[in-house]
């Protein structure tokens, strides 16, 4: 159930589009774009990438599919004329409703990320990009615990390096991201930006990454 209606906030725009379309050009450009957010986010979702703006990239994406939408038809608009009268009613109509439904879902979970985003979450590999001249050989598929989860990553060097040299690389290049010293000799950073206030840890030692997603900031007050 949950993957449909994930296929359904992603597909929704695309198919209001098809209903709405009425040029050739102007509907495979508007086409595109949209299949390029959606393939965006379908990427983030799957963690072929990471950004600190999950939260606010998934709330948003019915925002900026529903302005695209309006551009492609002010464009066509201009181009052919107001719509007939009798396609106005039907066709015009229940996309409008239809992309207000999907913006008000990106309310809904908008709210949800601010409720119910509390707990422990297990923190993609993405997170910690292999430094020059070091590569991820070992990536664990990670575990949760009662507060926290935790995965273990494992970097080498083609070239032989030290563990220490490598720690010290790996240190260096998370500190350069954004990442601040915390307890334990740990490294920390906010694992969101605005709506998603959990903190992600990394624990360097050697060629080793132990990456935690610990609960909520407010939730642990």
Known sequence: MLWFLGLLYLGLPAVCWAVLVRTRVIGVTVLVVLAGLAFALFGLEREWYFTRATAELEIGYPLVTGLVLLAGGLAEQRLR????????????????????????AGLVLAVGYRLLSYDAFLPSAAEVPPPPGLTVTHVDPGYCGSNFCSRTLVFGSATGLPPAEI????????????????P?????????????????QAYVTGGTVELAGSESVNAAR
Not at 83 to 103: C, F, N, Q, W, Y
């Open 167 to 182: 720690e010290a690389r790996l240190r260096a290049a998370l500190i350069a991201d954004g990442w601040t010293r915390g």
């Open 81 to 104: 004329g107001p719509r007939p009268a009798k396609e106005t009613d039907h066709r015009l109509g229940g996309s409008i409703a239809a992309v207000t439904a999907h913006v008000l």
């Open 184 to 200: 334990d000799g740990s490294l920390v950073r906010p694992h969101g930006w605005l709506l998603d206030d959990r903190l992600s």
